[in-house]
């Protein structure tokens, strides 16, 4: 994974049944990319402040968010293009 | 108990435990959560730089020679693309809570054996009549699949007791599904070789080969007398006796008797200052949990690894108890001071003992600067629960973020069902 840390613009929805939004399209360095398959999320504890980190592909990359529950922020952690 | 009943007779009964192994597991959440690395060869490493080690190997990995233990440059030169990886303990930690959540809808019997394997015994499970354990086991795999993930895939095993069914999951991996009984018992172990048998290691082989054993089979066919007095020399003997036969000897719960840390320095140093800061952050850690779990210690321990691969190890009863990190780092520095050869240390651990718990709390007549020193920890704590792991830390301690990181439980699973039923809790 290629650490980022950047603050992006995420579209996500919600999803009935599943308990959380998902994010759809991630804007990072003024490009679109199109979330395709969700592979894993899970919470994350710092303190008092629950992340959810969610990692999706757009078939290209796979990126590493994180979802702050406490500023409703989205940061990109890590990108990854699956390669060593 | 059941190995002072010498019998011979194999255990006939319906196998009703259950074993459930997550296969190559790091490696495989890690697959899960990347769709772009499956099918390719991943290992989940200590550190990704050359001198690193393999913990978990994918499958695709493992097919090239790659295994848990391989050191990162060997593995780059088995299998050149290989995506090394750094774990990811929460990641691990959540799909394992998942999978035991999935389990307990099951039955309650059910106990994690590590941070990637479950023992569920349906003996006394009322739920399941209506369908054989067989129909149950492919169900959770099918289940693990929907409701974790597609790429999730786990070993399961059916056994009399706890050692059969785990090695009935390990003979038919990925995904496995077998079963031992008395039936096939003999056939079973008549294609194994002595270290395929969970709890063999290369020892014990040494021990069971000069007794005149060299299969699994001659293991099984040995008396009780033999194996107790020729081979283990101990209640072990009478122990795996009946551990092949099928009867349980196993389902023994220990409860915790220490609390530790440790860590490998990346290039062994003598640096007195590297060194004190790198104790106090295991001391740290390892006070953190003695505090979580309500509990003084009365012992310290520390054990060093020099650069030449010698080891030194001293413990320390202490009269006062252990609580704050401070009291933990003063008794270890005073075991530290005297350790003989001060060569290079590439590896060194903490770890306390003679644990006791903190209620009912012996109350002293007046404060003493150990009781300000309880309530300035205690004070800590809190606000660290509260800001996130090492907000408010010790001097010695500053700029230390990625040194002695968080690490997988490996191996010990003591706090695995509260820690699991507590998440479970709050998560799902």
Redesign the interface.
Known sequence: ?NEVHEVVDVLAVSKKGQGIVVPIIIKWKNRYYRIR?I??T???R????LHH?F?G?DGN??FRLNYNTESLQWTLEAT????? | MVYLNQTSRLNDAEPQVMHIDLNSAFASIEQQANPLLRGKPVGVCSYTSPGGIILAASYEAKAKGVGTGTVNRDAQVLCPDIVLLMPDPDKYFYVNALLYALLHRYTDDLTPLSIDEFVIDFSHSRKIHNRSLVQIAQEIKAVIKREIGCWMRVNIGLGTNRFLAKTAAGLHKPDGLDVISSKNLEQTYSQLALRDLCGISFKYEARLNVAGIYTPLEFLEASVEHLHKRVFKSIEGYRWYHRLRGWEVDSVAYGRKSFGNDFAIYIATDDRKQLSRILMKLCEKTGRRLRKNNTYARGIHLWLLYEDRSYWHKSLKTHRILYSTQDIYRSVQQIFNHQPDKQPIAKLGISVFGLEPTSPEQLELFDTPATKQRQIATAVDSMNDRYGEFTITPARMMNMDETVIKRVPFGSAKDLKQTYEQFVKNYL
């Open positions: 994974m398959e592979g894993l899970h919470p994350k710092e303190g008092r402040i980190i990692e592909t990359l796979t990854s293009d699956g390669l060593p």
